[in-house]
């Protein structure tokens, strides 16, 4: 069986961008001052995570034009390593790589709706297990309609979330006192870092960046792939690192480092300095929009590499079934929605995250 290729360079773009803008550039920049302080380095992990992610795009790039097939890392260790090597990535790909950021993105996206909730739902665990695993079922049932539908749906989501979050980094660079707060971060005259604190800010912000080689698991469907697949990849890391950037900017410009410093909750710190009346619903809305993006562009990719498993034979074979009119895996996204609910249903966030990082890090 084969897929089709029917994703242009937007699309492709998109996918890479909605996998990578998740939960972690509203949580992760207060743990980073913690770890740096009052440093260039505050930004300058930024930079530094960013042209990690580019160098992998690049190998990516080369790997995905030279194997231009669904799957990203299946599809380049099984003519490589042989079928054991990628079974073993496939399947972390399937419970680690998407199931498990899926269930807790869906939890995440049920806690953050909490304040629109009813108190009933809002302080029931079950109801909140429920409510997350019918968002997975209804993102899944809308890529039945189609890839292009799919495409279309995830763009949109994409677009609308990258539009919030310039849109909320200009508005506090143009309101806040910039200059005031920014002058003693950057002036470079700040103590020196040490290379385990820097060590573990990379680390935080990594996790941020992570997805970049999302367009890699849908190269057997992109047009033109020797030119589009590099495109999608470094067009859509280029785009992420800018808009970190100004997250960053935005945030310490906005806000004294002391304030920020071991802060989660950032970006409603930030919102409520700088536009405290609108600050809860705004920040709410760009995080609900992330986190929307993020579980359709991994309910998107991530089921192609089921499909080329089981193309293998190291999958039931109805795993690589292409409904022809819709032109997608129905059966593999079906299959992945099934997995990231049970993981729903019998873990917490927490419990999901962590489980998730550990097995990630030892495959990495």
Known sequence: MQLFREVGLLAATLLVIGNIIGIGIFTT??????????????LGVWLVGGMLALIGAICYSVLAVRTPQAGGEYAFLYPSYGPLTAFLSGWASLIIGFSAPIAASALGLVIYLGPFLPDSVSQSTLLQKCLAALTIMFISWLLFWGLQFGNRLHGIITLFNLALSFGFATAVLWLAPVSENLEPIL???SNPVDLSSLG???????????????????????????????????????????????????????????????????????????????????????????????ITAMSIAGPRVYFAMSRNRLLPSWLSEIDEKRKVPMKSILFQAAVAISLVAIGTFREILLFAGVILMLFS
């Not at 207060?30 to 505050?42: F, Q, R």
């Open 29 to 42: 920049s207060g743990l980073i001052a913690a770890e740096v302080g009052n440093s260039p380095w505050l």
């Open 187 to 189: 002036s470079g005259n």
């Open 200 to 294: 573990r800010a990379i680390v935080l912000v990594m996790f941020s960046y992570s997805g970049w080689n999302a367009a890699a698991y849908i190269a057997e469907e992109i047009r033109r792939p020797s030119r589009y697949i590099p495109g999608a990849l470094l067009l859509g890391t280029g785009t992420v690192i800018i808009a970190y950037l100004l997250m960053n900017l935005a945030y310490f410009g906005a806000v004294p480092l002391s304030q920020l410093q071991g802060e989660i909750a950032v970006a409603d710190i930030t919102a409520r300095t700088t536009f405290p009346t609108q600050a809860s619903t705004f920040v709410t809305t760009l995080i609900l929009f992330s986190i929307l993006s993020s």
